[in-house]
């Protein structure tokens, strides 16, 4: 059985399967096969290991310690199988000397230092507990087991039933190692609701309230539970026949139900399972209406009294049955605390943060160069923009817009109106020139492209001085007569197709 245990060992575990180690699986009508997980013949479980062993993140096999740690599992994995069972030498210190070291036949060392390595010295611990059990309790001389020993995650698990079991002995015994290399939480087959007992760690009382009752099991770890506590070891427990922690001498509730939570008396306290109440929350729609809700499910239908509070509200409130609902409220964060008529201890509280919209935030940047128009939005998941007339949709805070020549409108809203419109026009043109300047009569103008133009012209007290309309369709180069305005200095506003642009112009 050297390749499936060094397999699990390794952490290799698609194809690990142990169920040979047992008689029965070898189709032996008596338990006369003798099996081994490591022989004079093969590479030593330790050596490959730590030549081959697998990893996952910080987890190695490679490490000595882990591959050491992870032999007791193995051992967990071997003894406990009914039947007999050989023990290859100084594999109970994790011997690791390749085989082939000084030639396949040749000399190898004898390591009794292994004896004084803590990590070593506790497989021979472990396997002289598990051997000693299997020795002194009869459970495992049944013949009633069963193996699940390939799963390709690297549980493995053994049940042994004794019928022939009568008082105090034990009938149950479950074995359970994770040869996975991460931690896994596994539901044990447990074969009874009760008190359980992890027998090799002094007895230790471990308490099944229910069968679907799960378990975490650390990479290379394994553990053993025997329905009743074993003499062959020491049992540290306290007298506490209703298991709920509290010893008999102190415990005035003697009969407590299994898996009840108790107080320091050991009586039974109300309780409501952990998922009794759903609660779902929604925030304001809009910034200043005031209307976000509470609604609370739950999965026992009682006379329940429920509180709501936050900073500037607190309503109480019961309510019959399981559900309960409270709406229009302000945005904020709410304590609601559930308790149960009749049960004035039991209370259960949460915290409830309802939301609002953000304000729309839009921010823009023209690229007068290239026509693109960047936008900046915040406050929302999408934002729905519209340039002359086109709409776009975006989940992004960033939006470039392609600008045409001449007046361009944007706006940009998001899909709740409450949160505003951001409106903008932009002009986008060419570069006209104005010359001479300073002037005397004429003003002449160079447009980029042809157009009509309007122009006026102000003083320097923003006085309207002079308006007209120039022709630029035949000749880009029309002219402004300004021979009627008095000496000084003037703005002079030019506006067409594609432009719009003032220029101060001297007059002489
Ligand atoms: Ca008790
Ligand atoms: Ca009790
Ligand atoms: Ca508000």
Redesign the pocket.
């Known amino acids: 059985m050297t390749d499936p245990y060094n397999e699990a060992t390794m952490g290799y575990n698609a194809t690990s399967n142990i169920s040979g180690v047992s008689w029965k699986t070898k189709g032996f009508k008596q338990p006369s096969a003798i099996s081994y997980m490591e022989s004079h013949d093969e590479e030593r479980l330790m050596f490959k290991n730590l030549q081959f062993g697998n990893s996952s993140g910080t987890y190695n096999v490679k490490d000595l310690n882990t591959a050491l740690n992870r032999m007791q599992a193995a051992g967990g994995m071997f003894f406990t199988v009914p039947g007999p069972k050989m023990l290859w030498q100084f594999g109970e210190l994790g011997y690791d000397i390749s085989i082939d070291q000084g030639g396949r036949t040749g000399n190898k060392p004898i390591l009794w230092n292994y004896f004084d390595v803590p990590q070593r010295k506790a497989i021979y611990d472990s396997w002289k507990d598990l051997i000693k059990l299997r020795i002194g309790e009869p459970i495992f001389e049944t013949e009633d087991f069963t193996m699940a020993v390939s799963n390709s995650n690297g549980i493995k698990q053994i049940t042994l039933t004794d019928p022939n079991a009568a008082g105090d002995a034990i009938s149950h015994v479950t074995v359970i190692a994770n040869f996975g290399l991460t931690e896994i939480t596994v539901t044990p087959d447990f074969a009874e609701t009760g008190a359980w007992y992890e027998v090799l760690k002094e007895n230790k009382k471990y308490v099944v309230a229910s069968l679907d009752q799960t378990l975490k099991l650390a990479p290379g770890e394994f553990r053993l539970f025997a329905n009743n506590p074993s003499t062959l070891f020491p049992d540290n427990n306290i007298p506490?026949?209703?298991?709920?922690?509290?010893?008999?001498a102190d415990?005035t509730c003697?009969d407590?139900p299994l898996g009840a939570t108790v107080d320091l008396n050991?009586c039974a306290v109300f309780t409501l399972p952990q998922n009794n109440f759903s609660i779902s929350s929604k925030g304001e729609s809009c910034r200043d209406s005031d209307d976000g809700s509470i609604a609370v499910s739950t999965t026992q239908n009682l006379d329940y009294t429920v509180t709501v509070s936050s900073t500037d509200l607190m309503v109480t409130d019961s309510f019959t049955g399981t559900s309960w609902s409270i709406d229009m409220l302000p945005a904020g964060t709410y304590d609601i605390c559930f308790g149960v008529n009749g049960e004035p201890t039991y209370e259960q509280c949460f915290t409830v943060q309802l939301t609002q919209p953000e304000d729309l935030l839009v921010s823009s940047k023209l690229n007068k160069a290239s026509g693109n128009l960047d936008l900046e939005m915040k406050g929302s998941e999408k934002y729905i923009i519209t340039v002359n007339g086109y709409t776009y949709e975006t989940r992004d805070e960033t939006f470039r817009l392609s600008l045409e020549q001449g007046w361009n409108t944007v706006s940009v809203k998001t899909a709740l109106a409450c949160q505003g419109e951001y409106k903008e026009n932009i002009f986008v043109g060419d570069a006209a020139m104005a010359y001479p300047n300073p002037a005397r009569s004429f003003v002449n103008l160079v447009l980029p492209t042809n157009t009509r133009v309007n122009y006026q012209v102000f003083n320097l007290q923003g006085k309207l001085m002079q308006k007209g309309e120039v022709d630029g369709m035949l000749s880009r180069n029309p002219q402004i007569d300004i021979s009627n305005l008095p000496s000084g200095l003037y703005m002079v506003k030019v506006d067409g197709a594609n432009l719009e642009q003032t220029f101060k112009i001297v007059k002489q």
Do not use: K, S, Y
Request: net charge negative; no cysteine; hydrophobic share 15%.
């Open positions: 506490d026949d209703d298991h709920d922690g509290v010893a008999n415990d003697p407590t050991g």
